[in-house]
């Protein structure tokens, strides 16, 4: 069984950085796209930034410029460095990966993170 464990998040004053981390762990044959969603308050959970792996990214217009994402194939690890953070990035932030365990499309999966809270203050 493959899961994700995110480390990063906490409390940062608006202008400020952080960085987030996910790991991914179990059988795993390949890891196709890697992204970070995220889930304010009272709003749906949201696609920000999505890498494939080839290194490819692509980013929400919310976030583009101030956000990047990362990944090392070889540690199966989705990296997001946040700069410039606004309060309207608070949010708890979770990772997402996709790929198969095996050779055989029977072992796909996609998996998350357990989410981490990220607080950005006025």
């Known amino acids: 069984q493959v899961q994700l464990v995110e480390s990063g998040g906490g409390l940062v004053q608006a202008g400020g950085s952080l960085r987030l981390s996910c790991a991914a762990s179990g059988i795993i044959f390949s890891i196709n796209a890697m992204g970070w969603y995220r889930q304010a308050p009272g709003k749906q959970r949201e696609l920000f930034a999505q890498?494939?792996?080839?290194?490819?990214?692509n980013y929400a217009e919310s976030v583009l410029g101030r956000f990047t994402i990362s990944r090392d194939n070889a540690k199966n690890t989705v990296s997001l460095q946040m700069n410039s953070l606004k309060p309207e990035d608070t949010a708890v932030y979770y990772c997402n990966a996709r790929g198969s365990a095996t050779t055989s499309k029977s072992t796909r999966f996609e998996v998350w993170g357990q989410g981490t809270l990220v607080t950005v203050s006025s």
């Open positions: 890498i494939t792996t080839a290194g490819d990214a």
